[in-house]
């Protein structure tokens, strides 16, 4: 991911992933200003990221393993505000979001401002 936000003009990066090995493979891109080994969820992220970041980029998707509308509260204590989060989520057997529910409560909440959404099937050119 930070490859492409350095081409697109994106200086200072940071990076956080639960692998060491992905880390490493970020490292070697050479496109990051700092990268940290965190697992959201397990571990607190550092109080000295709270509202530092314009975007705030789930890369990887957030899925229905345990999470709940928590996962976006702690995008949202990382991002300043007017800030944008961009996540991936899983669709439900119904083919619609399956957060969509907690996403609609943080909007009405006031917790943030839903802009917009798309959907894509990784899969679906897969035959036979």
Do not use: P
Request: glycine share 8%; hydrophobic share 35%; net charge negative.
């Amino acid at each position: 991911m930070g490859e492409y936000l350095r081409q697109d003009g994106f200086c200072n990066i940071t990076g956080i992933d639960c692998s060491k090995n992905l880390l490493q493979i970020a490292q070697s891109k050479k496109a990051y200003s700092k990268l940290e080994k965190v697992a959201i969820g397990e571990v607190e992220i550092s109080e000295d990221h709270n509202e530092k970041y314009d975007f705030v980029i789930s890369s990887s998707m957030i899925n229905n393993d345990g999470w709940d509308e928590e996962v976006f509260h702690k995008m949202l204590k990382l991002v300043k505000m007017g800030g944008i989060i961009i996540f991936a989520t899983k669709l439900n057997l119904s083919q619609e979001n399956q957060y969509g529910a907690e996403m609609t409560k943080l909007s009405e909440q006031k917790y943030w401002k839903y802009l917009t959404e798309h959907v894509f099937y990784k899969y679906d050119k897969i035959g036979g």
